[in-house]
């Protein structure tokens, strides 16, 4: 049988707790590095959005009641890319007064947004200016629809192709 010096102990017991604490300054380090990014999905910063989700849920259903936001979904392509916005109330008809802004961006980054601005807007179909996608894969058209004291966010993912 070996018999074990029993000053090895202390000696493994040390080691062991330095190597934890290594691990953890490491863990910290790696963690400081990361960007950090901020969710925009309802336009503002997520304390906003914590503190007055009841009233954004509120207006939301009392929009969609009333209108509909129609955004077409098909695939971006790598290059110039457009979209158009349709918004009518419920017995369809165009509504010519609407307030949208519009986003291209991508899931749990915001180094790609892209703010469109208006081009035309012709019997309830907005236009928006032309964007380029750079890269291929998962994309977002986050929209925030205003009409009267209404506000409607609408997300629609998409997929970037060759």
């Not at 009518?88 to 802004?101: L, T």
């Not at 899931?107 to 601005?117: A, Y």
């Not at 208006?118 to 929209?143: A, C, D, T």
């Amino acid at each position: 049988m070996i018999k074990i010096s029993p000053k090895i102990w202390p000696i493994g017991i040390t080691i062991s707790i330095i190597a934890v604490a290594g691990m953890c300054v490491k863990t910290v380090r790696i963690a400081q590095s990361l960007p950090i990014e901020y969710d925009n999905t309802f336009f503002d910063t997520y304390q906003n959005v914590d503190t007055n989700m009841n009233e954004i849920l509120i207006l939301q259903n009392k929009f969609n009641k009333k209108y509909d936001v129609v955004l077409e979904k098909k695939d971006f392509i790598i290059g110039q890319n457009k979209i158009e916005v349709k918004i009518v109330d419920k017995k369809n008809n165009p509504i010519k007064n609407a307030e949208i802004n519009v986003v291209i961006t991508r899931p749990f980054t915001t180094r790609e947004d892209q703010k469109l601005k208006i081009l035309s807007s012709e019997n309830g179909i907005y236009k928006f200016e032309p964007f380029e996608i750079k890269n291929l894969g998962r994309w977002q058209i986050q929209s925030k629809t205003k009409i009267d004291n209404l506000i409607a966010y609408n997300k629609l993912e998409v997929n970037a192709t060759k």
